[in-house]
């Protein structure tokens, strides 16, 4: 059933739909990491703290619960599946691990449906952003990377984390002084993950030829990653909660400098840090490593960059 969707999309966009694609390959790059990451990254520097806290909290949480179900369930990529399937463009460039569930859907029900469901924000708005998950998720099917129960599931999940991330903030906020259990519960799982993923057995299926279809380890970076946000964001928000204590009331140009300084220096980290820490440290280690520290500048070293720099001035 869902391949028999997938071609007749296919079929769609090779006999006229090719100028959806084009559309909709704008949209999914709504919904990739480094994408949603920044747009994080920038409302909690600069717009509002609480509301960057809660993206970015949501965020940890959804790529954690995305990287535990792609190495559990295995699903192959549909092109795996069927060689019909050729998904459009190079769009198979940004489809990486394990198919279930969609992790573009779950991270534009992070930061997009996240802030649909905010009533403070006009009706309009959070209609359009509504509307934008639904386009990000509806583009990973049309381009041919994911399968609809890919995306279907991806949405529920991003959707029910980030409320449950809403409960947890309101909880915390009557009890902040329980954060550090917070902390110490989401730290622990992430590494009791990090084990499943490292030592679990994957599938090993083999084509015609005798070629593995696909590696389970290399599949599995997706999750790794996600460990190395989660465990990140969560050591970085206790520091600044203790250490740092920045605030986003300021005036616009303080704003618009923050924004500039904090960009640019975030993409140093991602272009030249990353890189040279991959490849310094191999495997799974290198890539919990490297996204640590691009999460763990985001959510402490900047702040705390901003306080030291912006109260001597």
């Not at 028999?4 to 084009?22: E, K, T, V």
């Not at 469901?117 to 998950?133: E, H, Q, Y």
């Not at 917070?182 to 030592?199: E, H, K, L, P």
Request: aromatic share 14%; net charge positive.
């Amino acid at each position: 059933m869902d391949i028999s969707i997938l071609l007749a999309l296919q079929d769609f966009r090779n006999s006229g739909g090719a100028f959806l694609a084009d559309f909709l390959s704008k949209m999914t790059y709504l919904g990739e990491l480094n994408t949603v990451l920044i747009i994080m990254a920038i409302i909690y520097w600069c717009v509002s703290k609480d509301f960057g806290t809660y993206f970015l909290m949501g965020w940890s949480g959804n790529r954690l619960v995305n990287g535990v179900l792609k190495v559990t369930v295995c699903s192959y990529r549909p092109w795996i599946r069927d060689a019909r399937i050729v998904p459009y463009g190079n769009s198979i460039t940004t489809a990486t691990g394990y198919s279930f569930p969609s992790g573009h859907t779950m991270n534009a029900a992070t930061v997009y449906g996240g802030s649909a469901v905010n009533r403070n924000l006009p009706k309009a708005l959070r209609v359009v952003l509504g509307i934008l998950v639904a386009l990000i998720a509806f583009s990973r099917i049309y381009l041919g990377v994911h399968t609809p129960q890919d995306i279907l599931v991806g949405a529920l999940c991003g959707t029910l984390v980030m409320f449950l991330t809403i409960k947890l903030m309101q909880w915390v906020s009557v009890h902040p002084e329980k954060d550090i259990l917070v902390v110490c519960i989401g730290v622990g799982i992430a590494v009791i993950v990090a084990f499943y993923a490292a030592f679990k057995p994957y599938p090993m299926d083999y084509d015609a030829e005798g070629k593995l279809l696909v590696d389970g380890a290399k599949m599995a970076n997706d999750t790794f990653k996600g460990i190395g946000w989660c465990i990140a964001f969560l050591t970085g928000w206790i520091l600044e909660r203790r250490f740092v204590r920045f605030s986003t009331d300021i005036p616009m140009v303080k704003r618009i400098t923050r924004l500039t300084t904090g960009v640019l220096s975030y993409y140093a980290v991602s272009l030249i840090l990353v890189p040279l820490i991959k490849g310094w440290i191999p495997g799974p280690a290198g890539t919990i490593t490297s996204c640590f520290l691009q999460m763990f500048y985001i959510s402490f070293i900047f702040p705390w960059c901003i306080n030291h720099f912006e109260g001597s001035t």
